[in-house]
């Protein structure tokens, strides 16, 4: 493994070499937050599609595809169609907002009160989701070199909070780019085609496996649904995901640019599950199906291409850390923190610090969360019982009040929480009772309260 360890070395210190050119480029805040709102087509579709595809999405989709088959692709589906749904529908109003964070949207249509209640619920998504790809760092170099769990969560997640911390947007986005290219290369050219390979083609691969693995509702119907209201909906008001959005140089790049990646998740989620099923085949008696990724690289991947595909899943997992490391020290410094200086806006020391810090917190808590996921579950569910409601209301309905959206936001985000804790992370409850629960507060208690005067944002 000596040369697999050497490449994926090479790879960690490439990512951070990117980070430091990205603290050359972050001179202002917007530089740090948003890349000074000026991508192209190539960097905006490069960062957009890593940002979306992390650990959960690679080590969890083979996963699926290892247990469900061919329809374990419907996790990445359900992203893809997201990222597609937002470039080409809400990229245009969102950019002429020049904003930071969603809740600043909630704050234009009512007051500063939901975007502070707003805040705590974006927190704690854009937390888990940072948390989601640093277990997945630390399962696959676990598995692979034979580390301790928390060395390895502590030396993967401690690249990307260094390289995150010190040039913020810029860094994600030219690490994102090589990332991009890293786990293209290494998991749909080079895995996919070997795993076919080693199986005996995909005539074997048909023949060796049941029939209903080729089917693509095989996963359930219930489950599919649930990852559609689930991550397609969160995709549409997450954090990291709009942040992104906000690098757009104008509309025309994040439509055409934001659509080409959307379809990319799909085709991702399509080779993942093949692994997975290929994993199947090859090493049908595993003991911990979360570990089928990294099982089937060490078992079918000579030294040195089996680093190469280590540094492909890592780039998967490290862009959607960062992203989700970025997104909430960004909703800490933009949305909570002048709250607490009296209005005073954060400077760029101030966004570097915070990013710091919400980085040690997020391996901290990597350190006793072990599902990835149910760590994606935990944080979609919260983000989207907690918030989709009262932000669609936001945008569509002029007779939402505070008071209406508050109480959604809250009443959903409890009962999500209540229902996870009670049926699993891995039930359809929590998300269906926390949006019903929270739609009829809204709608019931907006009805009941004052109507607002004005709809400052209604157009957004």
């Known amino acids: 493994m000596a040369l697999d360890l050497f490449v994926v070395l090479i790879y960690a210190a490439s990512m951070l070499v990117l980070g430091y050119y990205g603290m050359r480029r972050a001179k202002t805040h917007e530089d740090y937050l948003v890349a000074g709102r000026n991508l192209g087509p190539s960097l905006y579709m490069g960062t957009m599609a890593a940002t979306v595809l992390g650990g959960a999405s690679t080590v969890g989709t083979v996963r699926l595809g290892y247990v469900h088959g061919i329809s374990g692709f419907w996790l990445c589906a359900a992203l893809g169609a997201g990222i597609i749904a937002l470039n080409l529908f809400l990229a245009k109003p969102l950019l002429k907002l020049k904003i930071f964070t969603v809740t600043q949207v909630l704050e234009k249509r009512y007051n500063p009160m939901a975007r502070q209640a707003s805040a705590v619920i974006m927190l704690a998504y854009a937390l888990m989701i940072g948390v989601t790809s640093i277990l997945a760092i630390g399962t696959v170099l676990q598995v692979l070199f034979g580390l301790p769990f928390w060395v390895s969560v502590l030396l993967g997640g401690g690249v990307v909070v260094v390289y995150s911390t010190i040039g913020g947007m810029w860094s994600l986005t030219l690490t994102d780019i090589v990332q991009f290219v890293i786990k293209t290369v290494g998991l749909m050219f080079i895995l996919l085609p070997i795993c076919l390979y080693r199986v005996g083609g995909w005539d074997q691969l048909v023949a060796k496996l049941p029939a209903s693995n080729f089917s693509f509702t095989e996963i359930g119907w219930d489950t599919i649904i649930t990852y559609f209201m689930i991550y397609f909906f969160g995709i549409l008001i997450g954090q990291d995901i709009w942040q992104r959005v906000f690098t757009a140089r104008d509309e025309k790049v994040a439509q055409y640019a934001g659509t080409f990646a959307g379809f990319y998740c799909i085709l991702y989620g399509l080779a993942c599950a093949l692994i997975g099923m290929a994993a199947h085949v090859l090493l049908p008696n595993l003991d911990n199906v979360n570990n089928a990724f990294a099982a089937i690289v060490k078992a079918s991947l000579p030294d040195g291409i089996r680093g190469l595909v280590i540094a492909a899943a890592l780039a998967a997992m490290m862009s959607t850390a960062s992203a989700g490391l970025l997104a909430a020290s960004t909703v800490l410094t933009e949305d909570l923190l002048p709250r607490l200086r009296g209005g005073k806006q954060s400077s760029l020391r101030i966004n570097r610090l915070f990013t710091m810090l919400t980085g040690l917190a997020v391996l901290g808590i990597a350190l006793v969360v072990n599902d990835v996921i149910s760590a994606l579950t935990l944080a979609y569910n919260l983000l989207v019982g907690g ?74």
């Not at 669609?392 to 959604?408: D, E, H, L, M, Y």
């Not at 992370?425 to 907006?446: C, E, K, M, Q, R």
């Open 387 to 460: 918030m989709l409601i009262p932000l669609i209301g936001a945008i569509f309905w002029k007779r939402a009040t505070t008071s209406g959206a508050i109480s959604s936001m809250t009443l959903g985000f409890v009962t999500a929480l209540v229902f996870m804790f009670k049926d699993g992370l891995d039930a359809n409850t929590p998300i269906y009772y926390s949006l019903a629960i929270g739609l009829v507060s809204f709608v019931v208690v907006s009805l009941l309260s004052r109507r607002p005067e004005a709809s400052v944002a209604r157009a957004a």
